[in-house]
């Protein structure tokens, strides 16, 4: 189980996460969406000290940090139980595809250059891009890209994968071939914690969805309830404003654009 208590991150005099609680189980997979600049970004960040919190208590399995006192060592011991998957892909552009996910198991996690690539061999089979183990990532399409990246978090084997607005820098013809991989990690019940403008993803994929404004968790719920009847003004409007835009942009023919709900469940109703 993970478990974030009490999670504050200041920049300046800007509170960005105004005591973040929250509990993820094991296979559990978690949704956050809200408006921009609330601070889910911030959140996954702080959850492998990317950003180091100003307060709170992290736990991953047996692992329990107080922030303020994290040492190295403790620091060092959390990330080899999390992964990071960028919005940007984060690839190492000198690196071939297999290099690039057998990395982070010989800098982080020590592995002998030969395991390693095995491991990479592996994980480059089931992300459907074996072929593509001696490219460069200038040679890759995007959607390519954010799989190799999504390949690097699995081949860490954490206890958590973090996803920060993965398909936010795709072009639309990519973003189902990443989605589809997410789907199927979701599947064999790997736990994410996933910041995404993707609702059908949400709606579809998650077990529970969290709302954040604020850099609060406003409200949470399974995606049947939050979509159609979400209990808080700031989320309901924060959903009418999302779909209204996405029926807005429906094609010619009725096709979705990316993220869109495929049926009519996702209208919301007013909460008495």
Known sequence: MIELEGLIKRFGDTTVLDGIDLEI???????????????KST??????????????????GDLDLDVTRARKAEILALRRRTAFVFQNYALFANKTALENIAEGLIVVNRWPRAKAHSRAHEILERIGLAEKANAYPASLSGGQQQRIGIGRAMAAQADVILFDEPTSSLDPEWVEEVLG???QLARERQTMLVVTH?????????DRVIFMDGGRIVEQDVPSRLFTQPRDERTRDFLRKVLANQAASLGPEGSHSRGE????????????
């Open 25 to 39: 189980q094991e296979g559990e997979i978690i949704v956050v969406i809200g408006p921009s600049g609330t601070g």
């Open 43 to 60: 959140l996954l960040r702080c959850m492998n000290f990317l950003e180091r919190p100003d307060a709170g208590r992290l736990r991953i």
């Open 181 to 183: 991989l997410m789907k």
């Open 198 to 206: 993707e609702m059908g993803f949400a709606r579809d994929v998650a």
């Open 261 to 272: 709900p495929d049926n009519g469940q996702d209208s919301i109703k007013e909460t008495p």
